[in-house]
């Protein structure tokens, strides 16, 4: 049977890696989250308030073609960020935080809401938290230049956002799986025991480790 897990997380979480673990040992085709340039960023970043919609569409719409691709991938797939964190998190704290005005953000959620009424969902979210000091350690450690200066009230308010919609996200299950003492890269045990966790809300059979 085809399965279609979505792996989500604030920054610094560990997403990528468990999601190419994940993927090399149920051996489901793996989707690691696109590079594509944003045309719009150079612009948000000079004018957030002026481009915070424009950036925002372009996310949506990139994460609505990978959607559509997994759900007719005929085998298994495993995705690196889902098409529901681009809105419920990231484009939403823009709005909070006055980034995003009252009338772009209402026109962004219309749009959003109604493909998330006409795409078929996955089979499960899994959802790993770690603490705001966890998350600023591991991007610190991994190096790249440009995530070092997140401060951490940003991670703090992402979390937060994250927190909420996976307690209220309804279209699929979501396990969520606190990984602030939990190394699912080098640890097999903590992984065995994940992939367990995973299999069995899916109702699949586990596997013989």
Known sequence: ???????????GVGKSELTKRLGQFLNWKVFL???AQNPYLTDFYSDRPRWAFHSQMFFLSQRLADHHTLTQEAASVIQ???LYENAEVFAKNLWLEKSMTNRDYQTYRDFYDLLVKLLPPPDLIIYLQAAPEILQQRIKQRGRKFEQEI???YLTQ???LYDDWAKNFKPCPVLTINTNTLNLINNDQAFQQVTEKILKKLGDNPLPF
Do not use: W
């Open 33 to 35: 989250e696109p590079v």
């Open 80 to 82: 690196d960020r889902s």
């Open 158 to 160: 992402l979390n937060q």
């Open 151 to 153: 401060p951490l009230t």
């Open 1 to 11: 049977m085809k399965r279609f897990i979505a792996i989500a997380g604030n920054i």
